[in-house]
């Protein structure tokens, strides 16, 4: 059954003017930057050259620490949750708060969120439509059958082998909102570990000089991380 435990989190909501006198079909994702309080946590274990080496053995060890990051870091996250929107009984009029984004609140974090709207194709709408009934199918008593993953890739070798995936090409528009966070009440869902900093002294393998403290760790370029300034990031923060 699904999760019906309450989560926190933002609903981001857009308006806009639906086009007249033809369909329209939108898809909507976004992506999301929040600073990495740490680049790297060894978890039973310590940082060196890059790595978390274990610190098994070692009496009083302390169960994890935090590294911060070397420069600035940012941790990437994006949805989870198929957003489409058909204009079937919205063509030509005002379309006003409309959900097209649920952003968890994973942590306290301020958060800037980049939202993207693109038009698809009726096909391609029907594809996402197909994922998102599936994902999101109870099994209740009136829930509708899962329809049959159709994309449009094929083997060029044996084209009655079932490939699955869709290859969408499609215009789109962005828009972005910062939001302060560090003064929301209530719980995050989430938040970072308390910092654990290695100090000189402590019980580790491999130990290291006083002048070799602090230690920082590096901000690797990934999908979910990144140490270019996002776009829109407010200048003084």
Known sequence: MPD???????????????????????????????????????NAGVLRNGECISTAGIRWARPYFTYNCDSPCWKIRVNVKIKIFDDEF????????????????????????ELQQYSISYDAYKYYKSIKDLIENNGGLNAPLPSVLIGNLYNTKNQDEIVLGRFTVASGSSKSIYIPRRKLEGNDIRGPKPAVIEKFGDRVPQPLSRFDYPIFASCDEGAYRTGIKPLNWPKND
Do not use: M
């Open 4 to 42: 019906k435990r309450f989560a926190p989190g933002h609903r981001i909501l857009i308006s806009f003017q639906e086009p007249e006198d033809q369909e329209n079909y939108y898809y909507y994702e976004y992506k999301s930057y929040e600073t990495e309080p740490y680049c790297v946590i060894c």
């Open 90 to 113: 919205t063509n030509g009029k005002f379309i006003e708060n409309l959900e097209v984004a649920e952003v968890p609140l994973y942590s306290k974090r301020d958060i800037l969120v």
